[in-house]
């Protein structure tokens, strides 16, 4: 399975961000698909997934401000991160979750920057 990212960049805070990652390869193999970022100094953590029948788990301080969608037609999951702060800044990494022949596989995709800074 291979994941590609892409969005991420510099905004100002309160602003808006997306995020998107596409999953190949073997994609049958995967249920949960999402993000996590990683501060620097910090280690990384959960920001926001979600499972092929749609069930979510996210980070509490992302609550009422970002969401995530996922296209399982197309295996692809958005982030849309709205009224960025700037503890929000850190390299945000598209995750999936093996499951199936890939149970307890983890998959990750190359780290995008996301910055928020006025």
């Known amino acids: 399975v291979q994941l590609q990212a892409s969005g991420g960049g510099l905004v100002q805070p309160g602003g808006s961000l997306r995020l998107s990652c596409a999953a190949s390869?073997?994609?049958?193999?995967?249920?949960?698909m999402g993000w996590y970022r990683q501060a620097p100094g910090k280690q990384r953590e959960l920001v926001f997934a979600?499972?092929?029948?749609?069930?979510?788990n996210y980070a509490a301080s992302v609550t009422g401000r970002f969401t995530i969608s996922r296209d399982n037609a197309k295996n692809t999951v958005t982030l849309q991160m709205n009224s960025l702060k700037a503890e929000d800044t850190a390299v945000y990494y598209c995750?999936?979750?093996?499951?199936?022949?890939?149970?307890?596989?983890?998959?990750w995709g190359e780290g995008t920057q996301v910055t928020v800074s006025s």
């Open positions: 995750n999936a979750q093996g499951y199936g022949p890939y149970y307890g596989t983890e998959f």
């Open positions: 390869g073997s994609v049958s193999g995967i249920d949960a």
């Open positions: 979600v499972t092929r029948g749609g069930i979510t």
